[in-house]
């Protein structure tokens, strides 16, 4: 029998240790810019909560060790000279622990206790486990020793301000094991149905059955590829509140929700291995479609946000996904994507498009998912050229929908819609040499530093030959060592930290290659996959990175990045292999 691999070693302070399922994740990262000293269990239910703090003990003084944390996709590891304490997921909602020679101090993070916030702990009479009710996440945790001993109880009952917790000691044979659950209102009491070492196995079958699935083309040459997917594999949650489906996150650190653009690039590097998987991403903002057609702006577990909404790139996404699925959708399941895609299109054409205008308009940057380029920085409710472009591609892909469904009016209508578009477009806001901005109230027009507005380059084969020459020409000048600066790097405006006015982001990466690729500039298109690749096996899947010296920046366990990747990756692994493949597949 072929042995397991344990998965990628990854760094805590970089990627939290999760698994598929979880909503909980153990990490020293509590809040955005906020690092602990010690691992804590982080919920992401109701939010962002750090729950509980564990802390090795050294078993002779009962303080603090100083350990080595080390973690693959499979356990996670304190290492002392004393001894050590390993974790590990038994299922989604329950962790196994394991110790010898060091102790584990489990206590509530937060101290204060109102009648509102905080956690409150008690020792269970039915079956004498220890219980963490935390009013943040509105979930218990038990806590259940299997072995060993329990001392230094603190807290139990209590109200106010004070610790709460429990210490974990070795037994008579030098270890201890416990089991952690986070769940509802109650549950039988805990019983271990296997060892430690079970555990452990059965966590590293699981992910690799999922490597395999997702990055089956995986190798040396690829060195990253293997991390790429426990970052989307951690980072998926079932569905629980209004998450509707299981679901990738975008990150079990502070960026926590699903974004309605950002799970396109999740449901695409999922599709070929993980189909089903893939479409619930697709699928999911569609689950909250307001009577406006309009998708949200975000949705977590338990809040969906409307204040803005996202760019329509769900057109370019789904005439993708549908090319990547190895079984095409079935009648029923086209027709009711179909009737999504075109209330989403519908509102762009509605309630955003003025009367008598061709063109539609975001009201704020937010609403292009490029929230602060320098595109907006003269008004904010703006025509773009980007926003033309993704819609055509939603149209033309409503289109190909039509016809498939026998609804050859539909098709026709949304053909003449696209055209019509597309023309708007080049004789609205093209200039010859470049693609400008208008202000939907005062008519004026601008052009900017910013990569967005080359980003027509997505239109790919629909565009005029000189008019994508002149994109990408314009769009080389943005590539920097690393990949595609979001504002080219001389601006006056560049910013090394300025989320879209400098860092590269992969979204605006896997957009521009497939359009240029789309459009005949190969060597340009591969190019940029390139340097995106080494700069991801070299700085990890930041949620964006300083254009000028590859640093991550911000969220460091981003997963639409692990997910552009892994895109950029296998589509050069199969041109490799097969140098005359369609370079739009």
Known sequence: MTAVRPGPAFSLHDIPFSTRGSWFDISPVLAENTLADDLHLVSHQNGMHAV????????????????RVAATASVLGWTHESGHVDLAYEAADTVRLRGTG???????AARALTPFTGTYFYRDPVDGSYVFTSYETGRRYRVTVLSGVVDDVVGSQAIGETERGLTIAAGADGGWEAAVEEFDSARRPYRARTTFGGVVAAAEQAFAGFADAVAPWRSSSAPAAELAVYVLWSATVDPAGLVTRPAVLMSKHWMDKVWSWDHCFNAL???????ALARDQFSLPFDHQ???????DSVTHSEVLRNFVKPPIHGWTLSRLRRRLPEPLDHLELADTYDRLRRWTDFWLTARRAPDAALPHYQHGNDSGWDNATTFDPERVVVTADLAAFLVLQLRELAVLATELRRDDDARDWTRTADATQAALLDELWTGERFVARGAHSGETWSSSSLLDLMPVVLGEHLPEDVAKTLAARIEAHLTPYGLATERPDSPHYRPDGYWRGPIWAPATVLIEDGLRRCGHQRLADEISARFRWLCETHGF????????????RDRAYTWTAAAYLLLTEEHVRREASPATDPGA
Not at 269 to 275: D, H, K, N, R, S
């Open 52 to 67: 509980l703090r564990l802390v090795p003990l050294e078993p002779t003084t009962g303080d603090r060790a100083g350990t």
């Open 102 to 108: 060091l102790g584990l101090r489990v206590t509530a």
């Open 269 to 275: 590097a999922l599709a070929p291995g993980v189909p």
């Open 290 to 296: 307001d009577e406006s057609g309009a998708l949200p």
């Open 542 to 553: 930041a949620e964006n990175f300083d254009a000028l010296t590859g640093r991550g920046l």
